[in-house]
């Protein structure tokens, strides 16, 4: 139940590479959109995930799946399922 708590890390993570973006303000606008859409996927992972989870047609059915849809889907323009 707590397994999403997880996440949570990320924040640490990013704090790091805020630290270690050393070439101003370029490398921290990288390090803040990395790091954000990265937890735009993962959580993004958990909202389908528990949409289509319960759904008798759902195509969805483990976590992997769902970070597998949400990056497809945040990379391609479209994509066949």
């Known amino acids: 139940m707590l397994r999403p708590l997880?996440?949570?890390?990320?924040?640490?993570?990013?704090?790091?590479?805020?630290?270690r973006a050393t070439s101003g303000l370029r490398g921290k606008v990288l390090a803040y959109v990395l790091g954000g859409s990265t937890l735009l996927a993962l959580v993004g992972a958990l909202a389908v995930l528990e949409a289509e989870r319960h759904s008798a047609t759902g195509n969805i059915q483990d976590y992997g799946d769902a970070v597998w849809w949400a990056v497809t889907t945040m990379t391609t323009v479209g994509y066949r399922g």
């Open 6 to 19: 997880r996440l949570l890390r990320l924040v640490t993570l990013i704090r790091f590479l805020d630290r």
